[in-house]
């Protein structure tokens, strides 16, 4: 990088616009930027891609110089350039031509391991403080949070304290979808059959837009929720003060049913043991459209 | 006896496809009587509907994937302006319409766009590189051709009689099962891939053995052009590629027609399968896709720089590097399902190791230049435009690889602006040099010099003003496939795109302008000698456009570059070698087995799609009657007179030597 210097700069600015508009976008901290985290894993996250970014930046750069370069200077009108059709082995440039790349990918697999090992989404957080349990369902076409240790439950809607790990177990009740808060960081795919696990924090208040991250059918563009993060004791409050239906068998059938764009509402008395029944499938899937449609 | 179809399979209630399909039988139609009304049917039947000549297979694939690049642009055009318009509002297009539109989209740039042409370049281009008469099975390489136009037919057919897919271009479980899809869109796509791949697969054996078996004589495998061990390369990976797609589609196919449970919720399926085995077929098929762009851009670096390619045997070496490592790496396409830290650090490294390959590539091509005498014409600003653009494609790709990086822009429109990236800078831009470099070669005149620099620039310009703007929206969090949207951080990266897409429409219409303006004036644009770059590899050796046999006498090749070297004693000489001793030559006949199997196949595949067994029936028997009156056949070639062959020889070494008594005196 140190050799680089001013030309660096200089054609980072000419060929690169779209990094530098990037980078622009970091400083700018703006609404859902992945680049504007706030919590640990969206720090670490950025750190990894920003890391990895300007390794390569640092050959690839000088590269796409002395391509034009190259390109200019040997243009036949050129009467100044040395014609030199035997130059067509070098046992030395082709040592560095192996080399350069094979480094590259040595320095950048380093940072590949160790980031995919501290960044895993299923290992939980460092934090003095236990991590609030959250399980998330996808439908077709809204998300369910519950708070097991609560007993209440959210539709569209996702509550958080701030300063607390937060533990999600994911699934899904139909076809996949993802779980994505992109300024919290990390996302992992909810599948039916399956628990997904993921491990995020929030350190600063504030509502992040989370939506699926995953195709998921014609509702799809309505699967989002508004992320909100409280102080704890606002969020203590918030939990103990949840008015709504029971939730039980006959809710989450409501739920199976496919819909969208749903106001977002609450439960509380849940049935603590329904995430695993449409985890584990005995409960569920959900239905699919009703009338066939268009043939 | 229709099965499940009825008059409500045509969309009466939607104006869009029906006018587009309305609008393009109409043109069909015209095309048809303009044709008959011209008596240019029975041309259009013995010289290229059942031809069996690779040169005319090739440009029947090419004009097949530009036709299918318009197609799918439209689909992009309309995604593009939903998506400016759909901000807080629904836009134009309903979410059961635009959903079909990406489907389309990604299944036709792929398979009907990108492969077509990639494969029709192969076929004008190997055998004449090879220095032989044709490819090893050419009666198969129609069947081929014709198995992608029907491929091709189905999806466009979808628009119009029932709908297309609406799951995404990779159709993607439970999604695609009949519980969530209960209409015919999955069961279109998936005959079409089906019958279409098949037309692949038989042309990677194709072409791995007539690259493998039969090649000039003395010409060793290093000496081979740079295409020709791409498009080994390319075909090795068809072979080992495709019959997993075939198997992945067939256990859908059997869960959606017989109730099995390879990958549905119920009954033990898993769909994380097929996410497995789709990517084992899905990343090669890039690599199938670019390793021959690669070779185009050797070609035309070497050429335009009048220079042989520096470090040949690297650029063999990291071609197959390429191949075997582009199998280890398909986990990166879901490292959010939650592998795991080992998996995914595995699978992250195995991913960049590729651009180890790549970047051996890029320099060699740097060096290719260096020293060089460096010609800009069109092929040669592609490559440029190549050269700088796939590096930072490949950055963001290496970017994705990294698994951290990854969990924030999975599926997003940094993913979608990266792969795009690649494809556009890497295969298209490859696929539009290919085709200016080899025109004169397929038709015996040039293209319009000033349309394609026109065409050049627009494309250049527009694919940046596109997709980077993608790469910022996807870093501010956007994701794939929204059909509407209410973020207003994300709205003006979405217009700056669509003023892109208006860009594109500008190269689009340049690009069509050029072929017209160089058609209709062809005569001043004609090239006798055969050799309009001043290339190096064997297909200048042969007239243009070369006769049926390709070459007078098979060239007995001694060295790497054997044409060029050749051509250099003649320089010196300041004359053409001896005449060779003509002999007669004896070629395959022509033969409408391709054009009548693909027939059967679109009968086969309709009828499946809407569960008409009777008709089913119908098209299977009449594929395997065809087969079989094609196997009973008695006289598969015929003969060409040696005074035929030395008639058209001798007129092109007039031309030659005509043009170098020229040169000399200048």
């Given at each position: 990088m140190k050799s680089c210097g001013k030309g660096f700069k200089r054609t980072f600015r000419v060929t690169a616009p779209w990094t530098l508009s990037a980078a622009i976008l970091a400083s700018a901290a703006?609404?859902?930027?992945?680049?504007?985290?706030?919590?640990p894993v969206g720090a670490g996250d950025r750190i990894i891609l920003v890391d990895a970014l300007v390794i390569m930046l640092a050959i690839v750069v000088p590269t796409m110089a002395a391509t034009l370069a190259f390109a200019w200077w040997y243009?036949?009108?050129?009467?100044?350039a040395v014609y030199r059709p035997?130059?067509?082995?070098s046992g030395k440039l082709e040592l560095l031509v192996w080399s350069i790349p094979t480094l590259v990918i040595f320095f950048l697999g380093g940072v590949i391991w160790i980031g995919s090992h501290r960044l895993d989404p299923f290992e939980p957080l460092p934090s003095k403080a236990k991590a609030l349990e959250i399980e998330a369902i996808s439908f077709d076409w809204k998300w369910l949070f519950i708070y097991p240790e609560q007993r209440i439950a959210s539709v569209n809607r996702l509550m958080i304290p701030v300063g607390r790990p937060l533990h999600f177990r994911i699934t899904s009740a139909s076809v996949f979808n993802a779980f994505f808060v992109p300024r919290l960081g990390s996302l992992v795919y909810a599948m039916n059959g399956m628990v997904s696990q993921l491990n995020l924090e929030a350190d600063q208040p504030g509502t992040y837009l989370g939506f699926s991250a995953m195709f998921s059918g014609d509702?799809?563009?309505?699967?989002k929720f508004d992320s909100v993060a409280l102080p704890e004791a606002q969020f203590a409050s918030w939990a103990a003060g949840v008015k709504g239906a029971p939730f039980d068998r006959a809710a989450l059938g409501q739920l199976f049913k496919q819909s969208r764009a749903a106001v977002p509402y609450t439960y509380r008395?849940?049935?603590?043991?329904l995430f695993d029944a449409v985890a584990s499938r005995q409960l569920g899937p959900g239905e699919g459209p009703v009338s066939g449609g268009a043939p | 006896m229709l099965g499940k179809l009825g008059w409500n399979a045509i969309p009466f209630d939607q104006p869009i496809p029906l006018t587009a399909g309305a609008v393009v039988m109409l043109i069909l139609l015209g095309i048809l009587v303009f044709v008959i009304v011209k008596g240019w049917l029975p041309y259009l039947w013995k010289?290229?509907?059942?031809?069996?000549?690779h040169k005319h297979i090739g440009i029947m694939y090419v004009l097949l994937g530009l036709v299918m690049l318009v197609r799918g642009f439209i689909d992009a055009i309309m995604m593009r302006s939903q998506q400016a318009l759909a901000f807080h509002a629904q836009g134009y297009l309903p979410p059961e319409h635009y959903d079909q539109v990406f489907s389309a989209h990604g299944t036709i740039m792929v398979l009907f766009a990108a492969m077509p042409l990639v494969i029709g370049i192969m076929n004008f281009v190997v055998p004449l590189q090879l220095g032989?008469?044709?490819?090893?099975?050419p009666t198969l390489n129609s069947v081929s051709f014709w198995l992608t136009a029907t491929g091709a037919l189905l999806v466009n057919l979808s628009l119009v009689v029932g709908e297309f897919a609406r799951t995404g271009w990779l159709p993607y479980p439970p999604l695609s099962e009949l519980r969530y899809s209960p209409g015919v869109g999955v069961d279109y796509y998936l005959w079409a891939v089906q019958i279409s791949g098949v037309g692949t697969l038989l042309t990677g054996i194709n072409f791995v053995t007539t690259i493998l078996k039969?090649?000039?004589?003395?010409?060793?495998y290093l000496r081979m052009p740079m295409f020709c061990w791409t498009a080994l390369a390319s075909c090795l990976l068809i072979l080992a590629a495709f019959p997993v797609l075939t198997a992945t589609l067939a256990m859908l196919t059997l869960d959606r027609y017989?109730?099995?449970?390879?990958?549905?919720?119920?009954?033990?399926?898993?769909a994380m399968m097929f996410m497995n085995l789709i990517w084992a077929w899905g990343h090669p098929e890039v690599y199938i896709l670019v390793l021959p762009a690669f070779g185009i851009y050797s070609e035309v670096i070497s050429t335009f720089s009048g220079?042989?390619?520096?470090?040949y045997r690297s650029m063999v070496a990291a071609t197959l590097f390429i191949c075997i490592v582009?199998?280890?790496?398909?986990?990166h396409h879901f490292f959010?399902?939650?592998?795991?830290g080992d998996v995914n650090a595995v699978f992250g490294i195995t991913t960049s190791i590729i651009a180890v390959g790549t970047g051996v590539k890029m320099y060699n091509w740097l060096f290719t230049m260096y020293g060089g005498r460096i010609r800009f014409d069109t092929p040669m600003l592609w490559s440029l435009a190549f050269m700088t653009t796939f590096i930072t494609g490949g950055l963001t790709g290496v970017l994705l690889a990294v698994p951290p990086a990854d969990f924030v822009l999975h599926n997003s429109l940094f993913l979608v602006a990266h792969f795009h990236h690649v494809i556009v800078g890497g295969v298209v831009f490859a696929l539009l040099a290919a085709i200016a470099y080899w025109w004169p070669k397929a038709f015996g005149f040039r293209l319009h010099e000033g349309w394609g620099r026109a065409a050049f620039w627009f494309g250049f310009v527009g694919f940046y003003v596109t997709f980077m703007p993608l790469y910022v929206v996807g870093i501010l969090g956007m994701t794939r496939r929204l059909q509407h949207y209410d973020v207003p951080e994300w709205r003006s990266w979405i217009l700056i795109s669509g003023l892109g897409v208006l860009i594109l429409i500008g190269a689009v219409i340049c690009q069509v302008a050029q072929l017209v303006v160089s058609i209709v004036r062809k005569n001043a644009l004609r090239?006798?000698?055969?050799?309009p770059w001043d290339g190096?590899?064997?297909?200048?050796?042969?007239?243009?456009?070369?006769?049926?046999?390709?070459?007078?006498v098979l060239p007995q090749v001694k060295e790497a570059e054997y044409y060029w070297e050749a051509k250099r004693r003649a320089r010196e000489a300041a004359r053409l070698g001896k005449e060779p001793d003509y002999a007669p030559v004896e070629m395959p006949r022509n033969s409408p087995t391709g054009f009548v199997c693909a027939f059967f196949a679109t009968v086969i595949g309709f009828a499946l799609i809407w569960h008409i067994w009777w008709l089913m029936i119908v098209g299977l028997v009449g594929a395997y009657a065809t087969f079989v009156v094609f196997a009973w056949r008695d006289v598969p070639e015929y003969a060409i007179p040696a005074e035929e062959v030395a008639r058209i020889d001798r007129a092109n070494r007039a031309a030659r030597g005509e043009a170098l008594t020229g040169e000399a005196l200048a």
């Amino acid at each position: 990088m140190k050799s680089c210097g001013k030309g660096f700069k200089r054609t980072f600015r000419v060929t690169a616009p779209w990094t530098l508009s990037a980078a622009i976008l970091a400083s700018a901290a703006q609404a859902d930027s992945i680049l504007a985290p706030v919590g640990p894993v969206g720090a670490g996250d950025r750190i990894i891609l920003v890391d990895a970014l300007v390794i390569m930046l640092a050959i690839v750069v000088p590269t796409m110089a002395a391509t034009l370069a190259f390109a200019w200077w040997y243009r036949a009108s050129n009467t100044r350039a040395v014609y030199r059709p035997d130059f067509t082995y070098s046992g030395k440039l082709e040592l560095l031509v192996w080399s350069i790349p094979t480094l590259v990918i040595f320095f950048l697999g380093g940072v590949i391991w160790i980031g995919s090992h501290r960044l895993d989404p299923f290992e939980p957080l460092p934090s003095k403080a236990k991590a609030l349990e959250i399980e998330a369902i996808s439908f077709d076409w809204k998300w369910l949070f519950i708070y097991p240790e609560q007993r209440i439950a959210s539709v569209n809607r996702l509550m958080i304290p701030v300063g607390r790990p937060l533990h999600f177990r994911i699934t899904s009740a139909s076809v996949f979808n993802a779980f994505f808060v992109p300024r919290l960081g990390s996302l992992v795919y909810a599948m039916n059959g399956m628990v997904s696990q993921l491990n995020l924090e929030a350190d600063q208040p504030g509502t992040y837009l989370g939506f699926s991250a995953m195709f998921s059918g014609d509702g799809f563009p309505d699967m989002k929720f508004d992320s909100v993060a409280l102080p704890e004791a606002q969020f203590a409050s918030w939990a103990a003060g949840v008015k709504g239906a029971p939730f039980d068998r006959a809710a989450l059938g409501q739920l199976f049913k496919q819909s969208r764009a749903a106001v977002p509402y609450t439960y509380r008395g849940v049935d603590a043991s329904l995430f695993d029944a449409v985890a584990s499938r005995q409960l569920g899937p959900g239905e699919g459209p009703v009338s066939g449609g268009a043939p | 006896m229709l099965g499940k179809l009825g008059w409500n399979a045509i969309p009466f209630d939607q104006p869009i496809p029906l006018t587009a399909g309305a609008v393009v039988m109409l043109i069909l139609l015209g095309i048809l009587v303009f044709v008959i009304v011209k008596g240019w049917l029975p041309y259009l039947w013995k010289e290229w509907i059942t031809s069996v000549d690779h040169k005319h297979i090739g440009i029947m694939y090419v004009l097949l994937g530009l036709v299918m690049l318009v197609r799918g642009f439209i689909d992009a055009i309309m995604m593009r302006s939903q998506q400016a318009l759909a901000f807080h509002a629904q836009g134009y297009l309903p979410p059961e319409h635009y959903d079909q539109v990406f489907s389309a989209h990604g299944t036709i740039m792929v398979l009907f766009a990108a492969m077509p042409l990639v494969i029709g370049i192969m076929n004008f281009v190997v055998p004449l590189q090879l220095g032989v008469r044709d490819v090893a099975f050419p009666t198969l390489n129609s069947v081929s051709f014709w198995l992608t136009a029907t491929g091709a037919l189905l999806v466009n057919l979808s628009l119009v009689v029932g709908e297309f897919a609406r799951t995404g271009w990779l159709p993607y479980p439970p999604l695609s099962e009949l519980r969530y899809s209960p209409g015919v869109g999955v069961d279109y796509y998936l005959w079409a891939v089906q019958i279409s791949g098949v037309g692949t697969l038989l042309t990677g054996i194709n072409f791995v053995t007539t690259i493998l078996k039969i090649r000039a004589p003395g010409m060793t495998y290093l000496r081979m052009p740079m295409f020709c061990w791409t498009a080994l390369a390319s075909c090795l990976l068809i072979l080992a590629a495709f019959p997993v797609l075939t198997a992945t589609l067939a256990m859908l196919t059997l869960d959606r027609y017989l109730g099995f449970h390879f990958f549905t919720n119920e009954a033990g399926g898993n769909a994380m399968m097929f996410m497995n085995l789709i990517w084992a077929w899905g990343h090669p098929e890039v690599y199938i896709l670019v390793l021959p762009a690669f070779g185009i851009y050797s070609e035309v670096i070497s050429t335009f720089s009048g220079k042989p390619l520096f470090g040949y045997r690297s650029m063999v070496a990291a071609t197959l590097f390429i191949c075997i490592v582009s199998f280890c790496t398909w986990l990166h396409h879901f490292f959010t399902m939650g592998a795991g830290g080992d998996v995914n650090a595995v699978f992250g490294i195995t991913t960049s190791i590729i651009a180890v390959g790549t970047g051996v590539k890029m320099y060699n091509w740097l060096f290719t230049m260096y020293g060089g005498r460096i010609r800009f014409d069109t092929p040669m600003l592609w490559s440029l435009a190549f050269m700088t653009t796939f590096i930072t494609g490949g950055l963001t790709g290496v970017l994705l690889a990294v698994p951290p990086a990854d969990f924030v822009l999975h599926n997003s429109l940094f993913l979608v602006a990266h792969f795009h990236h690649v494809i556009v800078g890497g295969v298209v831009f490859a696929l539009l040099a290919a085709i200016a470099y080899w025109w004169p070669k397929a038709f015996g005149f040039r293209l319009h010099e000033g349309w394609g620099r026109a065409a050049f620039w627009f494309g250049f310009v527009g694919f940046y003003v596109t997709f980077m703007p993608l790469y910022v929206v996807g870093i501010l969090g956007m994701t794939r496939r929204l059909q509407h949207y209410d973020v207003p951080e994300w709205r003006s990266w979405i217009l700056i795109s669509g003023l892109g897409v208006l860009i594109l429409i500008g190269a689009v219409i340049c690009q069509v302008a050029q072929l017209v303006v160089s058609i209709v004036r062809k005569n001043a644009l004609r090239d006798v000698t055969g050799d309009p770059w001043d290339g190096r590899t064997l297909e200048w050796a042969t007239p243009s456009p070369p006769p049926v046999f390709n070459f007078a006498v098979l060239p007995q090749v001694k060295e790497a570059e054997y044409y060029w070297e050749a051509k250099r004693r003649a320089r010196e000489a300041a004359r053409l070698g001896k005449e060779p001793d003509y002999a007669p030559v004896e070629m395959p006949r022509n033969s409408p087995t391709g054009f009548v199997c693909a027939f059967f196949a679109t009968v086969i595949g309709f009828a499946l799609i809407w569960h008409i067994w009777w008709l089913m029936i119908v098209g299977l028997v009449g594929a395997y009657a065809t087969f079989v009156v094609f196997a009973w056949r008695d006289v598969p070639e015929y003969a060409i007179p040696a005074e035929e062959v030395a008639r058209i020889d001798r007129a092109n070494r007039a031309a030659r030597g005509e043009a170098l008594t020229g040169e000399a005196l200048a």
